[in-house]
């Protein structure tokens, strides 16, 4: 069996946060690895730009930018897919308004959730499509 990806990301941050739901959501393996001094160096060997995510792939690669790490592993693993089954389906905003929810991955529709907590759970749930990203993480993000 291959070697799990590994995801450089931080709790707080909505970006990693994205693409850890993406693996969740896929049921792809990964080791989810706080970035902080300790794994500093590690970091360094993979990541071009000094953000978060960073994943490495098994084959020992470092992608960075979180729609293209999903646009990339979306063409590895099309399913399950991200795309809701039917695009005119309601925008799920709709019915959870108090919520910052895309139902499709790259979008930049981000923006605070009430709480972390229940953001994360959300995540946890993962119904199709869903990407529930929470901010500001107090990181710089861009
Ligand atoms: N376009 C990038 C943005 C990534 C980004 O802004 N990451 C922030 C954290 S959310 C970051 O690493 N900022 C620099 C830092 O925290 O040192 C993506 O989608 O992955």
């Known amino acids: 069996m291959s070697q799990p990806y590994r995801i450089f990301g931080a709790e707080l941050s909505p970006y990693s946060v994205k693409v850890r739901s993406y693996f969740r959501y896929k049921g792809l393996r990964y080791h989810w ?41 979306e063409s590895l693993y099309p399913e399950p897919s991200i795309h809701p089954a039917d695009p005119a389906a309601p925008h799920p905003r709709k019915s959870l308004p108090p919520l910052n929810i895309v139902n499709r991955v790259g979008s930049d529709d981000v923006f605070a959730p009430q709480t972390q907590a229940f953001a994360e759970r959300l995540e946890t749930l993962s119904p199709e499509g869903l990407i529930i990203q929470a901010a500001p993480c107090g990181c710089s993000c861009r």
Request: no cysteine.
């Open 33 to 73: 690895i706080i970035r902080s001094a300790a794994v500093q160096e590690d970091y360094n060997k993979y990541a071009k730009l000094p953000i978060i995510p960073l994943v490495v792939t098994p084959q020992d690669q470092g992608i960075q930018d979180s729609t293209p790490i999903i646009e990339h592993l």
